[in-house]
């Protein structure tokens, strides 16, 4: 069963502190993305990854970081979290390519309260 | 980008068909039509895409409107497990290496037993 899969369901972290969030994908899958969910607002992209070391804004980048050091790992990172960071951040991955029929597939989420 | 338009909830029995509808009147000639749905406390998954001609799979099936203006997704007997969020998502058939997925708000699905 293909799986991505996240470090954390649920994560606490006070305002400040550098957060890490970290994602795995077995399906050997280039693409990988980081989404945040807030209600009322769907989901909204992060940043994405096209290969290892490469990534690209996603539609509200500031205030997170990413790294893909390898293809299967996609972390985003909190440098120093704000309370208006408080959301679920679900992770998906996809194979490579420019066709419009690729299926995304994505992890259960973690849920991230910032204090 | 071509935007989707779906009605904010919906109410089904148990066991009877669903017709959950979007619609996408600027839709291109080289968008697909994708489907997701969340289940509560759940990653979105997919559930069906199309272009032209309808779809069929072991979730649901996809009816696309002849001039591809609106699309309806149809559970064919829903289940108490069908009760989800089901976006309706267009995506250009080359959109780059990457092509997103741009989610809007969706369609809550009730199941009533």
């Known amino acids: 069963d293909v799986k991505v899969t996240q470090s954390s369901r649920y994560l606490v972290k006070r305002t400040g502190e550098k957060v890490f969030l970290e994602c795995v994908q077995d399906?050997?899958?280039?693409?990988m993305f980081w989404y945040r969910q807030d209600p009322g607002l769907g989901l909204r992209l992060i940043y994405f990854?096209?290969?290892?070391?490469?990534?690209e804004k996603g539609d509200i980048p500031e205030g997170y970081s990413v790294s893909r050091e390898k293809k299967e790992r996609f972390s985003l990172i909190l440098e120093s979290a704000s309370t208006n960071q408080t959301s679920m951040y679900l992770c998906?991955?996809?194979?490579?390519?420019?066709?419009?029929?690729?299926?995304?597939?994505f992890g259960p989420g973690t849920r991230l309260t910032v204090l | 980008d071509a935007k989707t338009t779906q009605p904010n909830s919906m109410e089904s029995n148990e066991e009877e068909p669903v017709h959950l509808p979007c619609n996408h009147s600027?839709?291109?000639?080289?968008?697909?039509i994708h489907w997701y749905r969340q289940l509560p406390s759940q990653g979105p998954e997919y559930v069906i895409h199309?272009?032209?001609s309808n779809v069929n799979n072991r979730m649901a099936s996809l009816a696309i409107a002849e001039d591809r203006k609106s699309s309806t997704l149809i559970l064919h007997r829903a289940t108490l497990r069908d009760a989800a969020v089901y976006y309706c998502?267009?995506?250009?058939?080359?959109?780059?290496?990457?092509?997103?997925?741009?989610f809007g708000t969706g369609t809550l699905l009730a199941v009533q037993p």
């Open positions: 399906m050997d899958h280039e693409n």
């Open positions: 600027t839709i291109s000639g080289t968008d697909y």
């Open positions: 199309g272009l032209t």
């Open positions: 998502i267009l995506r250009a058939i080359y959109g780059g290496a990457t092509n997103k997925l741009i």
């Open positions: 998906a991955s996809s194979p490579r390519g420019g066709r419009g029929d690729n299926e995304q597939f």
């Open positions: 990854s096209y290969d290892v070391k490469m990534k």
